[in-house]
């Protein structure tokens, strides 16, 4: 199901060295994201959740997930999901199938508790 | 002829219709967001726009990767949103205005913007929490919905969303129909969702944002997208949309009201009402 890419190391780079923290979501993330996140757009559709529920080895065969993003989806991993070519908007509709909203992918992102993070926002307004 | 009778900027978080719809909007935490919108509100009862043209960014709705367009203008009779994936409540479909979609479209391909057309179009939060601040559930408004990528970089530059902004302001002047029309751009202001930088927001550079939207936007167009992500964070960059917003008006405009509050979920949210300037 999942279209063929160019080798992703044959392309521009992605990750964004001048920026600590940050992913440039461009062509090589989109590459070797494609069938990741073709699967987490299909959540869009809640048949596509249940079924996902239902039997997840499965629902990820049938997108054709590397290991290395059967892995990252295993293991609900934000930063794991980011590396194995996953972007965030499609992200959060696999994550919101187990009631995580963006406060619960930034605490985990940062390795904090979600009152710690929710503080760390508050305090940005001084 | 049609006119141009105000521009609108606002975030779009998705928390916000959740918190609308469950009435918390005297709830502690929302009332200093919520309390910047009733001068907007009191505006539009004035003003009485016919139609909104509404430039946002989908987040992976309506387009995937397999086919993910610059630019993007819906030309349906109506538009209607979803779930999104998180169980989001399905609204009442916003009207569309295809007349005026298809004109400013033939406009913009003559003055060399060549954007995507869309007959059928599922528009996301960024479309609706805005009108949801604005109009609540009413549909008032004829509404001809402009996408912006923000998903998969190359994203056009703030300078080239500016430029559309000034297409799009001759598009709204040259529709040949007495017709009152407002733009809305939504996103912003700064914060990133993703790595290890999650909760960032930049409260300088929102607040000069923020003024040179009003008053010297060309400056804002000098940033590359990679400074924009460096100073507002990966979402932040959601600004191009206030500057298209900006282009379409005139060179001076009045500022009637802005608000701006850290944080509403992830994110600074900002707000300004403009009108052009006599």
New interface residues.
């Given amino acids: 199901m999942a279209a063929s890419h160019a080798t992703v190391d044959e392309l521009p780079g992605a990750h964004?060295d001048?920026?600590?923290?940050?992913?440039?979501?461009?062509?090589k993330l989109?590459a070797k994201g494609?069938a990741l996140?073709?699967m987490?757009?299909s959540?869009?559709d809640?048949a596509n959740?249940a079924e996902f529920v239902r039997d997840e080895d499965a629902y990820c065969d049938k997108f054709g997930l590397s290991e290395e993003q059967r892995d990252a989806v295993r293991r609900r991993d934000?930063?794991a999901l980011?590396a194995a070519g996953g972007?965030?908007?499609?992200?959060?509709?696999?994550l919101?199938?187990f009631g995580l909203?963006?406060?619960d992918?930034?605490a985990q992102?940062?390795g904090m508790t979600l009152e710690a993070?929710k503080a760390?926002?508050?305090a940005?307004?001084h | 002829m049609a006119r141009l009778v105000g521009g609108i900027c606002t975030s779009h978080i998705p928390a916000i219709g959740n918190a609308i719809a469950r009435g918390l909007e005297d709830d502690a935490y929302w009332r200093p967001f919520f309390a910047g919108y009733p001068p907007v509100r009191a505006w539009l009862e004035r003003t009485r726009p016919d139609a909104a043209v509404v430039v946002y960014n989908d987040h992976g709705l309506n387009f995937f990767l397999d086919n993910l367009p610059t630019f993007a203008i819906g030309a349906a009779r109506e538009y209607q949103n979803a779930d999104e994936g998180w169980g989001l409540p399905t609204l009442p479909p916003y009207p569309g205005d295809p007349e005026l979609s298809w004109h400013v479209i033939e406009s913009l391909v003559a003055d060399e913007f060549d954007v995507a057309t869309c007959q059928e179009m599922r528009v996301d939060h960024a479309f609706t929490v805005p009108q949801a601040l604005l109009w609540g559930h009413a549909r008032v408004v004829k509404t001809v919905p402009v996408a912006v990528n923000t998903v998969q970089h190359p994203l056009p530059t703030p300078a080239r969303c500016y430029k559309l902004g000034r297409a799009l302001g001759r598009a709204i002047a040259s529709y040949p129909r007495d017709l009152r029309v407002v733009v809305i751009a939504t996103g912003g202001l700064s914060h990133q969702l993703d790595g290890e930088r999650a909760g960032f927001i930049n409260k300088e550079f929102d607040l000069m944002c923020l003024e040179k939207i009003v008053s010297d936007p060309e400056a804002l167009t000098r940033y590359s997208i990679r400074e924009l992500v460096r100073l507002a964070g990966t979402q932040g960059v959601e600004v191009i949309m206030w500057l298209v917003m900006r282009g379409a008006m005139s060179a001076r405009v009045r500022e009637l009201h802005r608000h701006y509050h850290i944080p509403v979920s992830n994110t600074a949210a900002g707000l300004l009402l403009l009108e052009n300037a006599a």
């Fill in positions: 964004s001048d920026i600590p923290g940050t992913y440039i979501f461009d062509g989109a494609y996140n073709k987490c757009y959540f869009n809640a959740r934000v930063l980011l972007n965030v908007y499609y992200l959060a509709k696999f919101g199938i909203g963006v406060q992918l930034g992102q940062t993070f760390k926002l508050e940005a307004a």
